[in-house]
């Protein structure tokens, strides 16, 4: 959901060798640079930026793109010694970053120094929210996310409105295991009217035309403002929805994403249901997060009978099943790639670089990194519950520090009570795309063709 206030801690780990503060910055040549456009920022582009487009992510999944990605990368930390890199990219110029020690400045860095309004970012979604936490900056942004947090609850584990969304997420999930078989387009569907529902109350649960104007929204976020064409006719649609939502705001119930906004004092300037499209789109995205999950389990038999020990305690942080939904993201991530842009001269490496650099932390893979992570390419939920594991900055698929997502906890909530409705009183006892719990889990898994078959417990 957008990116706490968390942490400053060290982490364990190999590090890289470092670049001599004397060094020459390293940069990368053309056709190292040529390489890492086509395996790995070309792909995310097209795969979607806002919103993704899962007929891509199926044939990635076919060709093994993450393989090809992954490889560029290592090859070009391995040839620059774990130094920063200057790569060319699509949008530029960028700094990607590859040791331990840089990586966790980039968290550390607060946001007026490393800003999330990266250029790119700011054109993708700048169509679906405007006045978003995500496309402001400075004091803007501070008053801005203020409203956010608190509407969140980003310092909580448990929501204060928990109650009611469990009881949303319950009804909601009948629909789930009605029948044997459960595939993505039933979770799909079924995480859309839960979206509504949390974020503007249960009238707008069926509200499929507003959906449609905002999956067309994100649609065109992923074309990052190069239909200028469409400009005019995005800017109409977005306030046709904007309009929607503002009726369903008048009389939200009290426990709404929205009616939390519209409750919290907001300094001037500041939208309260700016964020609102950001709500939606970021529990749709559980969607896939979920159909991951339980993909996972169905191949994990231990797994998924220690996720069943943790329902029959009946208590709501499930942290069992939580730490299943972050070993999936860690896994498969939402945002393969961290972008940041520097509003002031900042030193990585020994070397110093201009304000205006954009940095790159390619998260997706050294979350895969099997010479820093244990067991990095199997699922292993059991490493979310030892302590700390949350600030270990060599995982962060919820990223850390400023940027840090102020929706983890509410996603993992939900994520978590859904994967829990669909496995009380029944079994995951098959699943495809198969996946094979004694080898390497592929890099990316073809989403959209996820079956489930479910057993009677």
Not at 177 to 183: C, E, K, M, N, Q
Not at 416 to 436: E, F, K, M, N, T
Request: charged share 25%.
């Amino acid at each position: 959901m957008t990116e706490s206030k968390a942490d400053t801690e060290t982490t364990s780990g190999a590090t890289a060798a470092r670049v001599p503060s004397a060094a020459r910055p390293a940069r990368a040549g053309k056709a190292e640079a040529l390489r890492f456009v086509a395996t790995h920022t070309l792909p995310v582009f097209v795969r979607g930026v806002v919103s993704p487009r899962f007929k891509v992510v199926s044939a990635y999944a076919a060709i093994n793109q993450y393989g090809w990605s992954a490889a560029t990368l290592r090859a070009m930390r391995d040839r620059h010694g774990g130094a920063p890199v200057t790569v060319r990219g699509l949008s530029g110029q960028m700094l990607v970053l590859f040791d331990q020690a840089d990586i966790r400045k980039f968290f550390e860095e607060p946001v007026r120094i490393l800003a999330m309004d990266a250029e790119d970012k700011v054109k993708g979604l700048g169509v679906v929210e405007p006045t978003g936490v995500i496309c402001s900056h400075g004091d803007l942004r501070e008053d801005r996310r203020k409203v956010n947090d608190e509407v969140l609850a980003w310092d909580r584990p448990v929501h204060p409105a928990c109650g009611e969304y469990q009881g949303v997420v319950e009804e909601e999930s009948l629909a789930l295991t009605a029948r044997a078989g459960l595939d993505f387009a039933q979770v799909r569907r079924t995480l859309a009217r839960i979206s509504r529902r949390v974020v503007l109350g249960n009238r707008a649960a069926g509200d499929e035309e507003l959906a449609g104007w905002l999956g067309t929204l994100r649609d065109e976020g992923n074309w990052m403002g190069l239909r200028k064409s469409r400009n005019k006719a995005n800017r109409a649609l977005y306030a046709k929805a904007e309009g929607r939502i503002a009726q369903y705001a008048a009389d939200a119930p009290p426990h709404t994403l929205v009616a939390r906004a519209l409750h919290h004092p907001a300094p001037e300037g500041t939208d309260r249901l700016g964020q609102v499209h950001h709500w939606l789109m970021a529990i749709d995205v559980c969607a896939p997060v979920i159909a991951r999950t339980l993909l996972l389990l169905a191949a994990h038999p231990a797994e998924q009978d220690a996720a069943h020990a943790d329902i029959a305690t009946g208590g709501r942080e499930l942290p069992r099943l939580r730490a299943c939904v972050q070993e999936s993201v860690r896994l498969y991530p939402i945002v393969p790639d961290l972008v940041r842009v520097t509003r002031t001269e900042t030193e990585w490496g020994g070397v110093r670089h201009p304000a205006g650099t954009s940095v790159l932390v390619p998260i997706g893979f050294h979350q895969r990194d099997a010479a820093r992570v244990p067991a990095a390419d199997l699922f292993v939920p059991g490493r979310w519950l030892e302590a700390d594991a949350d600030r270990d900055m060599r995982m962060a698929p919820f990223s850390h520090g400023g940027g840090r997502c102020p929706g983890d906890q509410l996603g993992l909530l939900l994520t978590s009570a859904v994967c829990a409705q669909v496995l009380r009183g029944h079994r995951i006892v098959g699943g495809r795309p198969a996946v094979d719990p004694h080898r390497p889990l592929p890099g990316t898994v073809d989403t959209a063709a996820i079956r489930l078959r479910l057993a009677p417990r």
